[in-house]
């Protein structure tokens, strides 16, 4: 088990300072990349950060870091995708929990229970440029995800903490979409995880009127049929099915939770 203590200031201490900076922070003119570095550019960022989270459970696979505690999968996503122009100079990190019960989910382009990076640590900026310097982006990204990002998924690494506060992943039942960035698949799975029905029907119809109509071995409609008639026993062996091919297609296997002091 890992343990690691956080880098930071005691309340009110001003962090501010020149010397109290990242070596990334102090710069103040960045070296713009050509076009065609961008991919490698990238490329050798993410696998600098990977190397470091491995550290802490995490496996790299394309663009994402998985990690296994308990019953859920946690996710960072750095992504620098452009929708038609292949890579770009841009870097967006999002951090997903996602209950790899029901297959697919850890596929999507929206995370679920997805938050981006700046709604953690609320000192970092949303996005960041690709640059000659983007190795030193690199260690000092690792050490945000590292002082912040981390304890996150600490705070709600189950599905059991997740419907206990389920507040914290808001979600509309009525044309979802991206903009709440699959939350309502977080609830979802995680209240039939648990075995409990307090907003998956309502969820569940949602799904029937505006998703798609087919998942896995059931639809939206014949799982709403199991979750009414509480069959807890068919679900759970669907998840178990589900869970088994997804570790075996990922190569995870769970790690202790991390201690931090």
Not at 156 to 177: A, L, V
């Amino acid at each position: 088990m890992k343990f690691f203590n956080i880098f930071g200031k005691p309340k009110g201490q001003s962090s501010n300072t020149e010397s109290e900076k990242s070596e990334f922070e102090q710069i103040k003119v960045f070296k713009s990349l050509p076009k065609e570095q961008w991919k490698s550019a990238y490329n050798e960022l993410n696998k600098r950060i990977g190397e470091k989270l491995k550290e802490y459970g995490f496996k790299k696979k394309g663009r994402k870091h998985y990690r296994l505690t308990n019953d859920l999968l946690e996710v960072i996503d750095i992504d620098n995708r452009g929708s038609w122009s292949g890579a770009k100079d841009d870097i967006e990190i999002r951090i997903g929990l996602v209950p790899y019960c029901w297959q697919g989910l850890t596929n999507e382009y929206y995370l679920v229970g997805s938050k981006p990076i700046e709604e953690i640590d609320k000192t970092i900026r949303n996005h960041f440029r690709i640059s000659k310097e983007y190795l030193i982006l690199a260690d000092y990204l690792t050490e945000r995800i590292i002082n912040n990002v981390l304890p996150f998924f600490e705070k709600y690494n189950s599905t059991k903490k997740i419907t206990s506060q389920p507040y914290i992943f808001p979600y509309h039942t009525k044309c979802g979409g991206n903009d709440i960035r699959n939350s309502h698949f977080l609830i979802l799975f995680s209240e039939l995880k648990q075995h409990k029905n307090i907003n998956a029907i309502e969820i569940l119809e949602n799904e029937i009127e505006f998703g798609s109509d087919s998942l896995n071995q059931v639809t939206w409609k014949e799982l709403k049929k199991l979750v009414e008639n509480k069959d807890w026993e068919t679900i759970d062996k669907i998840f178990a099915e589900n869970e088994k091919n997804i570790l075996d297609k990922l190569k995870i296997k769970p790690v202790a939770n991390t201690v931090y002091n």
